[in-house]
């Protein structure tokens, strides 16, 4: 959140809440009453009379780079929620039934916009509370504390602490330069398209090509088969065998001959290094 962002729209805002009076206990009966019956007057009432529970936990739960003023309207709409399905015949004060839904509306409101790789709630919830750990026991042991540490802090094991931290790294653009103003475009080779190696394979392919068609015919059918040199797939030794009429065995040796008789021409025309 900017300074900008908001001291003028939230100071508006706390101004306009805290005229609003709270709501008593036994008003609180009275209203969740009414409400069961459909009436919007008095849900309004007793949202407006506990928005500044709404503003109390948003403070607690904010954290750059988040705005404030969005997790609180995040958190008025858990209170609309609390304030919908509230029963007061369970003998449970408002405030108390209506934490948990500010909480979960705050909380899944950050998960959705914090992070371009949108994580499970429950997993953004333990890397919070990893986070908070860490921060303060940082500042207890003036270091950073180990994975080990924050397992035995968070009741589980080192492994299962050090996925949940890396499950927080952010992606990084393409384009984003460094410290050094480099981006990751200029420090990896981009392989999509390569002139030179498009040159070299096609000089590779022109060449096969050729040596192949230097031999005799049953030898040509064979090596063409056995290689997928016609854009097929390649053929086992008793497909082939079953092609030009031969055994397994017999292709065998006519694809050993032909390699032999494919590199001494391409050693007799330069063709290898």
């Known amino acids: ?9 939230l100071d508006l805002y706390f101004d306009s809440i ?15 009453r009414k409400i069961a019956k459909g009436d919007k007057a008095a849900l309004k009432r007793l949202v407006e009379g506990n928005l500044r529970l709404v503003v109390r936990i948003a403070k607690s739960l904010w954290t750059p780079p988040y705005s404030l003023l969005d997790l609180i309207q995040e958190g008025n709409i858990g ?12 003998n ?19 998960v959705n916009t914090g992070r371009q790789i949108r994580l499970p709630h429950r997993k953004e919830d333990a ?11 940082s500042l ?8 080990k540490e924050l397992a035995q802090e968070m009741g589980c094991t080192e492994a299962e602490i050090s996925a949940i931290l890396h499950m927080g790294d952010q992606p990084v653009a393409l384009e984003q330069a460094g410290d050094d103003d480099r981006s990751v475009l200029d420090v990896y080779e981009d392989w999509r398209y390569n002139p030179e190696r498009q040159a070299e394979k096609s000089s590779i392919a ?7 068609s230097t031999l005799p015919p049953r030898e040509k059918e064979v090596i063409s088969r056995r290689f997928g040199l016609r854009g097929e797939r390649e053929q086992s030794l008793k497909a082939v065998g079953s092609v030009v009429g031969c055994s397994a ?17 391409a050693v007799s025309v330069g063709l290898t290094a």
């Open 92 to 110: 449970v004060k408002f405030s108390t039934y209506a934490v948990w839904w500010i909480r979960q509306s705050i909380s899944r409101s950050m």
């Open 140 to 147: 207890e042991m003036s270091r950073t504390p180990t994975e």
């Open 249 to 265: 065995e017999t292709v065998r040796h006519i694809e050993k001959k032909a390699l032999q008789a494919l590199w001494h021409r």
């Open 79 to 90: 209170l609309v929620k609390a304030a919908e399905r509230f029963d007061a015949s369970q």
């Open 1 to 9: 959140m900017t300074v900008a962002d908001s001291d003028e729209g």
């Open 127 to 137: 890397l919070r509370r990893i986070n908070a750990i860490k921060m303060r026991k």
């Open 18 to 32: 805290r005229k609003i009076p709270l709501v008593s206990r036994q008003e609180e009966s009275m209203l969740a």
């Open 206 to 212: 022109w060449q096969s090509s050729w040596l192949v």
